[in-house]
């Protein structure tokens, strides 16, 4: 009779909280989240277009454009259409695309190595390639993961050649994409269990397929999904037809390595199916239930989560205190027909209650003082890494909690005989363009006894745990092993470029073995000392070698540092030396574009013989600002004077401004004029080399400028004598030899320059200016004319007014009085 009562009382009582909740007392709209009241996901096609952005030529990795992607949740299908094009008037070129979920690709396009112990290839990279050319290509991604994907496109023809601004057409080419997002429609929200007094049961009839997710919160140590009562009505003698497949993140795909699958017919219960999941903390996770074709399947189903601690935060509020509509608040979802059974621990006993899928809806479960978690068992000991932020992009490091007294652990003990877990977690865009680095050691106090080695083995995952397995082996992790064999397999250490966001895991095992020998044997202590270090740099560990350096540039809006390498070396870290360049190769390059400069010397010592004063400082000018950027410009041999910039201005303008003075000189100009002339072309070409320093009208409108000015000069001084100027034999001797060096050194400098032969021909364009100055520089003017050659006549003073004028003397005497 109690019984009876207390099962009443407690009908009664759900009732009055499903009237309750489905009638709410009107209050401020702030003071509750909306959520909508469906249960199950709309399907529709969603699209995502990226305006065309410029492409490069692929030298190194700063020379990608960064494209970003955001994925929404339970997509089937993305098809990404891509589209190139290039300048009116230029030949398509090949462009390459790499595609990848979560970070940015980590790509080698030209075949260098990878600095030794980095890990790459975490995750699938999709690979297209396209012709600049208008035609489409398409990428078809099954089941792609909800979130930020990242794409990174360049052209993929490096040309050796160096051409000049202005003298070739510049060719560009621009990359659009599309994107459209096939939603799965039917994917059915599930409340999983995770209070003892729960028993939430999903009763459904499946035919072919359906879809499922579920949220689980963080400290959720393990999945399990139960089907009960599975029966085929068409074959009620088989067992469960039913085959599962389990995924985080995304809708189960069959030829990804996340998937997990099982299947229930190989169970010895025929109508009960049972399987773990080790699932991913603070995330989606999507169950798909097939049935052989044309075989209808009725089932109840049940996922249960197992907690090793607490759960709390807003995890712990969304499936404690949670609607059958709150779990996709952000989706439009539409009713379905679904019966539920709830089972409700009221007391000591336990009362079940169908209800409809509108009352449903409403269902409240809420736990009461008297309610326990699902607790796991064998939980591992779980540290919980504490990050600590220094400045600058992508500096950080994660240490061990602090003690009472605020003192951080330097060294950990783990468990001999159980994994230990340590977690830390890595945010979107802002923690993923550098390089994340894991150091494991053993301790170096640590006593053997002589009698056994000790070694660690840990696995190094991303959203997972994983235990090793017998042999120490991670099948999807990185694996790390430490031993006390020697003091070189004390320590390791993994970097990992561009880390993917996210929780990422380090669990650690430890093992002895005997000295003489790989038998595996009890550890003699309970627990083994180790240290560890996780931290974030740029590049690798900020460096790049000896022949690199680290950069941090922005594409797309997306920060990421890089490696840019020097002297041939190629390679993430600038490391592989396949194709570098020889060290004496190196000085004799440094030589011959320093040393080059001296031909202006004796431009220099003539400019001052022939009192071209001011011509003469300009040439000392260029030949010690060209020396000194050049020495600053260099690979390996390098002594900067000053900031590279300011030497660049330096070395352009003054090289302009030595052909601009000796027009000048050459145009045999009135001093005044001469004088203007100067300072002017001073001006000029400040204002043009500021504006494009390496562009072609910097040098050509003060070479026209200069030499029409000479032009007239000749012109004006050929008709005021009668005859030829200059004179023949300037003509045949300096001018001639002039103007073959300079056109000589021009067509070098223009048309046959590469990376491979710079130094060569820029030595070369150095020597043939320098000599070319030596012949142009006219010879000195015998009489400056102050004024015009027709003097003025004077009209002489009078007699009379040459005369001085005298004042006369008086003498000066005191009065008398």
Known sequence: MCTRVRASWGYLLLLLLVWVVGHPVASSPTSQPHYTSNNEVSEGTLREILAGRQVYSYRSYKDVQIFHFSIPPHVSQSVYNFTANDSMGCEPRNITIF??????????????????????????MYEVHLRSDLKPALLSVQYPVAGDWFMVAFIDEASNRITQAGLFPSCHSWLQAKVTHQQQGDVTTVVPEIHSHQEIQLFQNIENSQYYRFYVPSSTWMVMVNISNCLAPEDKNASCPINITFRARALPDPESTDTMFHNCSDEEVGNLCTVEFIPEEEAWHYLQLSTPPDTPVQL?????????????GSSYHLLSKVNLG???????????????????????????TTVSPEEAESIVFLPTTKTKQLAAKNCWTRHNLVKKTFGGNFVFEYDLPPNEN??????????????????????????????????????????????HNISVTGCVTLGRR????????????????VNTSSPVTRGISLPIPFPEPGLWYLTLKPWCYLLNASEIVECSGQDTSILFHISSASCLDGKCG?????????????????????????????TDNSQATPNWELLLSTLLLTLSNLFFLPAIILALKRRYFAEGLVYVFTMVFSTFYHACDQEAYVFCLMRLSVMQ????????????????????????????????????VALGVEYDRTGLWVFVVPSVSAFLVMASSWIWHCKQQQGCFPTKQYWLTSLLPGVLLAASGLICYAFFETHDNYYYVHSVWHATMALAILCLLPPRREKEEVCDEEEEDVEPLSECEAQPIMAEAHSYSPAVS
């Open 546 to 574: 000896t022949y690199g350096s680290c950069y941090q540039y922005i594409s797309g809006g997306f920060i990421f540092s890089t490696c840019v390498c020097d002297a041939g070396y190629r390679g993430w870290g600038c």
């Open 326 to 352: 709150q779990l996709c608040p952000e989706e439009t979802c539409v009713n379905f027909d679904t019966t539920f059974t709830i089972f409700t621990n009221d007391s000591e006993e336990l009362s079940k």
């Open 99 to 124: 595609l990848q979920a979560h970070s940015y690709p980590v790509i080698n396009p030209d075949g260098a190595t990878y600095p030794p112990g980095l890990w790459v290839n975490r995750s699938r």
């Open 649 to 684: 201005f330096c070395d352009f303008y003054s090289a302009i401004f030595s052909f601009w003075v000796t027009l000048i000189a050459m145009a045999d100009l009135p001093h005044s004029l001469y004088s203007l002339l100067h300072v002017a072309g001073a001006m000029i």
């Open 466 to 481: 994983e235990e090793p397995d017998e042999n120490g082996e991670c099948s999807h992790g990185h694996q790390l092993i």
């Open 406 to 451: 605020g003192s951080v652990p330097l060294l950990l003990d783990i468990n001999n005989t159980s994994p230990t877990l340590l977690t830390f977690n890595l945010e979107s865009v802002t923690d993923i363009g550098g390089t994340l680095v894991i150091e494991l050691a053993i301790s170096p106090f640590i006593n053997n006894n002589n009698t």
């Open 300 to 312: 109840s189903m049940a996922v249960k989560l197992y907690f090793c601690d607490e759960v709390g």
